[in-house]
């Protein structure tokens, strides 16, 4: 959801269109426990795998729902299928980066998850090709495919992705609406100290 907040801004509409995928138009809940069950918010999607737009990005996010996703063959193959389209950006948040690399979208490639779930990440890609797991970054960009740490760290990533995208100055416009500091270095992760990786 933060990233999302960032490509929403009003500042983006005249260089961005967003779509949200997925495999049906029937509004998709945002599981967290933060949330009581009684108001568990939810996105409706815009198109589904097979009836969007053309894309140039493609934004994964991550959660515990991915641990049941990657056994998701529709959601799989959809993914599996931006691994021949080198043109098109695919960023992933959090967990996001086990659909990605179960998809195949990881292989040959530097790449980094969420610090508190690494291990277990770690444990679920054993079985995946020759990824090359990065313990300290906020963000990874390794060719066309960009992971992110948790949902800070996506947001992070989010807004380095922009400055490449729209420029600083307006980059730092879409920070500054909604009083957000970026971390513009993608190797500053305290967190892979704070749970034990460096």
């Known amino acids: 959801m933060g990233p999302l907040q960032l490509l929403n801004s009003n500042h983006l509409q005249s260089h961005l269109t967003l779509h949200l995928l997925a495999q049906t138009l029937s509004p998709v809940p945002f599981h967290s426990k933060t949330f009581p069950a009684t108001i568990q918010p939810s996105l409706t999607p815009t198109h589904t795998f097979s009836s969007h737009p053309p894309l140039n990005v493609l934004l994964v996010p991550g959660g515990m729902g991915t641990r049941t996703e990657v056994h998701n063959k529709t959601l799989m193959s959809f993914l599996s299928s931006f691994s021949t389209t ?110 034990g990786l460096a």
């Open 86 to 195: 080198p043109n098109i950006q695919i960023l992933s948040v959090c967990t996001g980066s086990l659909l990605l690399a179960h998809a195949g979208l990881l292989q040959n490639r530097r790449a980094t998850t969420n610090k508190l779930r690494f291990s277990e990440i770690m444990d679920l890609t054993k079985d995946c090709e020759n990824i090359t797991w990065v313990k300290q970054a906020r963000w990874v960009k390794d060719g066309n495919v960009v992971t992110a740490s948790g949902v800070a760290a996506g947001m992070d990533m989010t807004m380095g992705m922009l400055k490449e995208w729209v420029g600083e100055e307006l980059a730092f416009k879409v920070a500054q609406d909604i009083e957000f500091e970026p971390q513009w270095d993608s190797e500053r992760d305290p967190f892979a100290a704070i749970h």
